[in-house]
Nanobody, 116 residues
């Protein structure tokens, strides 16, 4: 059974940094990509960025220059380094893995709150 577990969320002041982790367990066949999404209260879930199989990364405009996605294949872990955080980054952050057959796996989410 595939399980994704996010961690690293919390309360941070504007301008601060956080690193989120997403640990994957179980066998996933035909991974097509991995990514991060977020959902703020009253808003739809939005894509933050992703990392492809070849290691290339892509980001939403709101994340460019501030967020960095990386992965550690040996640890089956995906990361989201977030710098220069703003109050509007406050949301529940989810990791996602796309696999063969259109299967998409989601974590349970981790809360990030940016506030002074």
């Amino acid at each position: 059974q595939v399980q994704l577990v996010e961690s690293g969320g919390g309360l941070v002041q504007p301008g601060g940094s956080l690193r989120l982790s997403c640990a994957a367990s179980g066998r996933i066949f035909g991974i097509s990509g991995m990514g991060w999404y977020r959902q703020a209260p009253g808003s739809q879930r939005e894509w933050v960025g992703g990392i492809a199989i070849d290691g290339s990364t892509h980001y939403a405009d709101s994340a460019k220059g501030r967020f960095t996605i990386s992965r550690d294949n040996a640890k089956n872990t995906l990361y989201l380094q977030m710098n220069s955080l703003k109050p509007e980054d406050t949301a529940v952050y989810y990791c996602s893995i796309g696999a063969a057959g259109g299967q998409v796996y989601w974590g349970q989410g981790t809360q990030v709150t940016v506030s002074s």
